[in-house]
């Protein structure tokens, strides 16, 4: 049981080059999120999904595009990268259908994480 | 608007000595609150959750209080251990969240030997 996996772990970037950020569950989980965390500024909310094929804003939207075309993975790609991009960049999942629905299925499990540097 | 606060960016604690870390929230109608730890280059893992029903949830050394009056958990870990240094976020969902957690900014605990 893998958990939640992130590829790649770290990238390289010029600005306006585009890339694809992997995130894969094996928990059977329903929702999945995207994170960026920047010094100071703690986790926020990129984009996240209630389930396969949907797929929903959060805090900081932005310059990034996502898709849940399986259960499993959730993909971040951006388009043209620029240097605000630059972060650290975490994928979660919560929410399993089995088992007690309480409020326990908001905990969510993160990822190792993908340091990304837009140049 | 930060609806959950973390006021302390960084805490410096002896090993064996009582930790406490403080986390204000301002919406009423969140009903469960999270910690997560993260260790540089690692993801946050999950340590402990608290419902609003309950004012104390305990698990091993790790405690977590909730006064729901005041808007305000805290999170206790007792003893201190070398181990725990890390930074510690603190999270809460519920009240129109849609299951979603909104995380403070964290706290940088050092526990020195």
């Known amino acids: 049981n893998a958990g939640v996996t992130q590829t790649p772990k770290f990238r390289v970037l010029k600005t306006g080059q585009s890339m694809t950020l992997l995130c894969a569950q094996d928990?059977?989980?329903?929702?999945m999120y995207w994170y960026r965390q920047d010094p100071g500024m703690g986790l926020r909310l990129i984009h996240y999904?209630?389930?396969?094929?949907?797929?929903a804003k959060g805090e900081v939207p932005d310059g990034y595009n996502v898709s849940r075309l399986k259960k499993q993975n959730f993909l971040l790609g951006l388009e043209s990268a620029a240097p605000s991009q630059t972060s650290v960049y975490f994928c979660?999942?919560?929410?399993?259908?089995?088992?007690?629905?309480?409020?326990?299925?908001?905990?969510?499990?993160f990822g190792p994480g993908t340091r990304l540097t837009v140049l | 608007d930060q609806q959950v606060k973390q006021n302390s960016p960084s805490l410096s604690v002896q090993e064996g000595r009582i930790s406490i870390l403080n986390c204000d929230y301002t919406?009423?109608?969140?009903?469960?609150f999270l910690w997560y730890k993260k260790y540089p280059a690692e993801g946050p893992t999950f340590l402990i959750s608290?419902?609003?029903?309950?004012d104390k949830n305990e698990d091993g050394r790790f405690t977590v209080f909730l006064n729901k009056s005041a808007k305000h958990l805290s999170l206790h870990i007792v003893p201190s251990q070398p181990g725990d240094s890390a930074v510690y976020f603190c999270?809460?969902?519920?009240?129109?969240?849609?299951?979603?957690?909104?995380f403070g900014k964290g706290t940088k605990l050092s526990v020195k030997p």
């Open positions: 979660a999942s919560s929410f399993p259908l089995s088992g007690p629905l309480d409020s326990s299925t908001d905990t969510q499990y």
């Open positions: 928990m059977n989980h329903e929702y």
């Open positions: 999904s209630v389930g396969e094929g949907t797929t």
């Open positions: 919406n009423s109608m969140f009903d469960y």
């Open positions: 608290i419902s609003s029903i309950k």
């Open positions: 999270a809460a969902s519920g009240g129109g969240s849609q299951g979603n957690l909104i």
